[in-house]
């Protein structure tokens, strides 16, 4: 049997126990630990996985290859790790699969997103990097969906809409063929979205509206 590659999980509790299931189950990888910022974390196990330490950790572990998942649900939080870590030496960031998510051989994706089980990307999807997508999130044909973004469980982004980067769509929120929404938006729980969303704000309601 090959060796399995060691993997750190960046973040511990909720969404950490989220990706670690999709590690386990995608059997790919050798999870060494979970990595949290919270000092009060340090030394307790979750599913028998322990918090081995904060960020500079990932800066002093030896060894060639480190390879780190961020499993942190809020976008702006998950930029300000990957940028504090992109200048570490031999850090990589593998996507993550879990075995049921239906994942298109014609969509096109970059490194270090997170895809959960029953997620669906249909074809001539683009996604950036440092994605999350929670459990049964769909994406439908040619949309986008930009950088660290998170896309929360049961949402579902029709076809040809495009997310901008770092933006946050809340668990059961629907959005509308052809709809563009602004970079750092938040789209609330079970949201409707049926016409484009300014950049930097909050929607919520059906159909969506700023608060």
């Known amino acids: 049997m090959a060796l399995k590659n060691n993997l750190y999980i960046f973040g511990a509790r909720g969404s950490g126990l989220k990706v670690l299931q999709c590690v386990l189950d995608e059997n790919l990888y050798n999870v060494v630990g979970f990595i949290d910022d919270d000092p009060s974390l340090l030394g307790k196990e979750f599913c028998g996985i322990p918090v ?6 990932l800066l002093e572990a030896l060894g060639y290859l480190k390879l780190v998942v961020i499993a942190v649900g809020d976008p702006q939080a998950r930029f300000d790790i990957v940028k504090y870590l992109k200048y570490a030496p031999s850090v990589y960031f593998p996507t993550i699969e879990h075995p049921s ?67 946050y769509i809340g668990m059961g929120s629907k959005i509308m063929q052809k709809i563009k929404i602004g970079e750092r938006c938040i789209v609330g729980a079970n949201t409707f979205v049926n016409r484009n969303l300014a950049p930097n704000k909050t929607y919520v309601g059906n159909p969506a509206r700023a608060i």
Do not use: M
């Not at 950036?128 to 998170?150: D, E, Q």
């Open 52 to 57: 081995i330490g904060n960020r500079e950790l």
């Open 101 to 167: 998510a239906q994942i298109s051989e014609f969509s096109i994706i970059d490194e270090g997103n997170v895809f959960c089980q029953n997620v669906v990307i249909q074809p001539g999807v683009e996604i950036g990097t440092h994605c999350l997508f929670n459990i049964s999130a769909a994406v439908g044909p040619l949309a986008k969906v930009g950088n660290f973004c998170t896309v929360n469980s049961h949402s579902f982004i029709a076809s040809e809409s495009e997310i901008s980067d770092l933006c």
